[in-house]
């Protein structure tokens, strides 16, 4: 019986098959992970910016302005016996005689030096402040973490957000903008300064802020200041939300300048702000109706 192979030709045509085959499939798996590995650098750099707007968002929702209640209460009971001690005592009239009555004239105090000093008011001094601009922002925070459980550290402190240069992490070489968060455990009175920095994010393109307070209804603001040289509407006042926008750039050359940018909306929990007096001169009481 005669036994027939493989001719040369077929031989190279198959090989030539498998090699294409080979070729194929090899592209395949290169496109497959540099697919996977692009998909996951996105995944990353939005987990990356969703932490930091996270943390940003938790410092803000924590924010507190602390106002010591006794002073208000010392300052309105000081008022009160001020006003008892300098009010009219009516002389008696023996023989009273028809016609109105005559008005009672106060009563001079024989000493004024000693009960200026007596009935002398409490200045209250508040540390807490939250100062904001377009790109930067400065508060006090209940937000503080304590590493130990014991550890002799308020839950208060100061929280900044602001925009400067940094060296990369992954090439020391080259600088970018970055995000830095400040924190200190103390309360000082200039509250921009003090405290450790790190970095929250690299190459930050753009740190914008606005807030919304009281006595604005539905208008933004770009700048908010409790401080004692603002005007009415934000001094001493914590607004009730501020609103925070990032935008980062991709390091990446191939990226082709690609930018990712989130925004979102932080709410002040508990702002403690100090209650409008109401016509009687106390705050948060009613007043009086006819």
């Not at 590493?147 to 020391?172: F, L, N, W």
């Not at 940018?261 to 009613?286: D, L, S, Y």
Request: with cysteine.
């Amino acid at each position: 019986m005669k036994q027939r192979g493989f001719t040369l030709l077929e031989v190279i045509i198959a090989m030539m098959i498998l090699t294409f085959l080979s070729i194929f499939t090899v592209e395949a798996i290169q496109r497959a992970l540099r697919t996977r590995t692009k998909i996951q650098h996105d995944i990353d750099k939005n987990a990356t910016l969703r932490d930091a707007l996270r943390i940003i968002e938790r410092d803000i929702n924590m924010a507190f302005n602390y106002r010591d209640p006794s002073i208000e209460l010392y300052n309105q009971a000081q008022e009160e016996r001020k006003k008892a001690m300098s009010a009219p005592s009516p002389t008696p009239q023996p023989n009273p005689s028809p016609g109105p009555a005559p008005t009672p004239t106060p009563v001079p105090s024989p000493n004024p030096a000693l009960d200026a000093e007596r009935f002398k008011l409490k200045t209250e001094k508040i540390y807490t402040q939250f100062i904001g601009t377009e790109d930067q922002l400065d508060f006090t925070s209940l937000s503080n973490v304590r590493m130990t459980e014991d550890a002799p550290v308020s839950s208060q402190a100061e929280i900044g957000y602001k925009i400067k240069s940094c060296r990369r992490r992954s090439t020391q070489e080259q600088a970018s903008k970055c995000l830095w968060r400040r924190v200190s455990n103390y309360i000082h009175e200039d509250i921009t300064k003090e405290g450790q920095e790190t970095v929250l994010l690299e190459n930050v393109t753009e740190f914008r802020l606005r807030y919304l307070g009281p006595d604005k209804g539905d208008e933004w603001l770009t700048a908010w200041s409790s401080s004692e040289g603002a005007d009415d509407v934000t001094r001493g006042k914590f607004p009730y939300a501020v609103e925070v926008t990032i935008e980062i750039k991709d390091p990446d050359p191939k990226a082709k300048d690609k930018t990712l940018r989130m925004t979102t909306v932080a709410a002040i929990r508990n702002p403690n702000n100090p209650k409008p007096k109401t016509p009687t001169g106390v705050p948060g009481a009613n007043p009086q109706t006819p």
